[in-house]
């Protein structure tokens, strides 16, 4: 009977709920400063950042919806600095290509706590990082490449990581938002920007975003790579994008595109129990042999043909970003070419985009997976340069708290305003859960020190 209660409690708490409510959340484990700074030296030597604070992260899972517009429960990660005193920056990471379901950060405890999630929480971030859609607790196929849902699932995992910070009165976030990403993240990035800038501007206030080596030109840069009779060091990229398009897409039967000898295999090696590394061992190097010759000649020669133009509707590309766009990319990339981003940055400054800008790599410091550290330390620089971190009692998040700060925080109590979870934090100086005058002179208190 108290598993019919519990299962019946869950489900109608699912129906009531909306996209980015917070479904279930699990503690995964804390870091001190003292050994955070260990580990982090031990990695990068004299690149590591000083620790600055002690880390706790937990995993959630939230509501959002799948590429059919059903309702879908998804997971991710929250990592925050202890310290309860400051208000941090939102900065959500999207990760590169995964299959394992398991190998979602959010799937596993304290040895999930990466160097990443280290150097970005210690240093004064809430760190938030989505699974995506058939990764972590999600079990349907994984939309890859696809940018409608990819955006979805990003901002409804912000507004998850939100709802659970104001439920845990711990952490406190500013306005500021930093999105980074590096290969399939660097795509989800650039989608997550596009869907934000036009649809939730008024939801949320991008600081700065950092799409890194994705595959933002699909139909032509992709395609012209994954077409040539040249071996690749990925090939089941090939496969993960033709079982992602079929099922969104209803392009029909896995045999339809491959030749049996893979398509029997498929449907186990994609179940998401295995990594990529173990699925290329059963495939051939040059990925368009994976392909029957009559489906390669009509995709080459049918402008018109449904897989090729699902992937035209998927670049992301023409649209000009209104915020500030970082974009790096390691010229030297075998596995996502460079292309991707000349092909996106001379579409956005013809468009006219005023902000982005694009460094590319040199060829020294590697391919795809070497340069990933570089251009995440370049953007872990740059955003330093913006980061912000309010002290409580900074009303108007000038990074300073005086007299404009007392204005604002009496006309809140005079006016009886509804408050932003951080407006209402700033000014209860005592921490007694009410705005009122004793806030007023705590504040003033402040200022004469």
């Given at each position: 009977m108290k598993n019919i209660l519990i299962i019946l409690t869950l489900s109608i708490t699912f129906l009531m709920s909306e996209r980015g409510d917070i479904l279930t959340f699990e503690y995964k484990g804390s870091r001190e400063v003292s050994e955070i700074q260990s580990q982090l030296d031990y990695q990068f030597g004299a690149l590591a950042p000083t620790a600055l604070y002690d880390i706790?992260?937990?995993?959630?899972?939230?509501?959002?919806?799948?590429?059919f517009g059903e309702t879908v429960i998804a997971s991710g990660v929250v990592a925050y600095p202890l310290d309860t005193s400051s208000a941090f920056p939102l900065l959500t990471f999207q990760h590169g290509t995964e299959i394992r379901r398991e190998g979602a950060t959010s799937m596993d405890g304290y040895n999930q706590i990466n160097d990443l999630i280290l150097w970005l929480s210690t240093s004064g971030y809430v760190f938030i990082e989505p699974d995506y859609l058939g990764l972590g607790v999600s079990e349907m196929f994984h939309p890859y490449h696809i940018k409608d849902v990819t955006a979805t699932t990003v901002i409804d995992m912000l507004r998850a990581s939100r709802n659970f910070c104001d439920q845990a009165s711990q952490i406190q976030y500013n306005d500021q938002l930093v999105l980074a990403g590096y290969s399939e993240g660097g795509y989800a990035t650039m989608a997550a920007v596009k869907e934000i800038e036009e649809n939730y501007s008024d939801e949320f206030n991008i600081t700065v975003s950092f799409?890194?080596?994705?595959?933002?030109?699909?139909?032509?840069?992709?395609?012209?790579?994954?077409?040539?009779?040249?071996?690749?060091?990925?090939?089941?990229?090939?496969?993960?994008?033709?079982?992602a398009y079929i099922e969104t897409y209803s392009l029909g039967e896995v045999s339809d595109f491959f030749?049996?000898?893979?398509?029997?295999?498929?449907?186990?090696?994609?179940?998401?129990?295995?990594?990529?590394?173990?699925?290329?061992?059963f495939l051939p190097d040059i990925p368009i042999h994976m392909m029957l010759p009559s489906v390669v000649e009509e995709f080459t020669n049918d402008d018109n043909y449904p897989f090729k133009v699902h992937l035209s509707e998927n670049d992301l590309y023409d649209w000009t970003p209104q915020n500030t766009m970082y974009i790096f990319h390691g010229i030297a990339d075998e596995s996502v070419p460079?292309?991707?981003?000349?092909?996106?940055?001379?579409?956005?400054?013809?468009?006219?985009?005023?902000?982005?800008?694009?460094?590319?790599?040199?060829?020294?410091?590697?391919?795809?997976?070497?340069?990933?550290?570089?251009?995440?330390?370049?953007?872990?620089?740059?955003?330093?340069?913006?980061?912000?971190?309010?002290?409580?009692?900074?009303?108007?998040?000038?990074?300073?708290?005086?007299?404009?700060?007392?204005?604002?925080?009496?006309?809140?109590?005079?006016?009886?305003?509804?408050?932003?979870?951080?407006?209402?934090?700033?000014?209860?100086?005592?921490?007694?859960?009410?705005?009122?005058?004793?806030?007023?002179i705590s504040t003033v208190n402040l200022i004469l020190e």
């Open positions: 706790e992260m937990y995993s959630i899972t939230y509501e959002t919806i799948d590429q799409p890194m080596a994705g595959a933002y030109d699909l139909s032509g840069t992709m395609v012209d790579l994954m077409l040539s009779e040249q071996p690749y060091p990925d090939p089941f990229y090939l496969p993960y994008f033709v079982l030749i049996s000898e893979y398509a029997d295999i498929f449907p186990d090696l994609f179940s998401g129990e295995y990594s990529g590394g173990y699925i290329d061992g460079h292309e991707n981003s000349v092909v996106a940055y001379d579409s956005f400054i013809a468009n006219g985009a005023q902000d982005v800008y694009f460094e590319s790599l040199p060829e020294s410091f590697g391919g795809h997976q070497e340069a990933a550290v570089y251009c995440l330390l370049i953007a872990f620089n740059l955003s330093e340069e913006l980061k912000i971190i309010n002290p409580q009692g900074d009303v108007n998040q000038d990074n300073i708290i005086d007299i404009l700060d007392l204005v604002l925080m009496v006309s809140f109590i005079m006016e009886n305003l509804e408050l932003t979870s951080f407006e209402f934090w700033a000014s209860d100086i005592n921490d007694d859960q009410v705005n009122n005058v004793l806030d007023i």
